[in-house]
């Protein structure tokens, strides 16, 4: 189905016993959904692995949006308040530093994790390397 070799190398690794974890981390990542769903669903892994490694996988990502969704909205009612606007102002560019620092962490663990996931399932399988760029 895949004539490409890194194509088919990710496919065995998707499909063998670290596919939650690849699946996991995938999901950390800023790859689009479309593309891994289609690698994903193409790939032999298992439902309920697929499942709960996306559940998890988008878990942290999607509690820093409620988190950041309620602070902006508790944040306009601070800087209504003329009393508390400069405080309001200086605590809502910290929380958003500090949400986006730890997406940019988070992603970038992911990444490596993946990558390191990826690599040494192809020399548990083949022997030899090949070049993956994730």
Known sequence: MIKNETGRAILRVI?????????????????????Q??????????A???HLATFLG??????INVYLG???????????????KVTGYI???????????LMFWVVQKARKELSETLLNSDYENDGKP????V
Do not use: W
């Open 91 to 101: 605590s809502f560019v910290i929380e958003v530093i500090c949400g986006v620092a």
């Open 130 to 133: 090949i070049d993956i760029q």
């Open 48 to 50: 309920r692995d697929y």
């Open 15 to 35: 499909s063998g016993p670290k596919a939650f974890r690849v699946v996991l981390f995938t999901r950390l990542t800023p790859i689009p959904f479309g593309l």
């Open 70 to 84: 309620s602070t902006l909205r508790s944040m306009h009612e601070v800087l209504n308040d003329h009393s508390s």
């Open 58 to 63: 988008l878990l942290p990502a999607q509690t």
């Open 37 to 46: 769903n289609v690698i994903f669903g193409i790939s032999s892994i298992q």
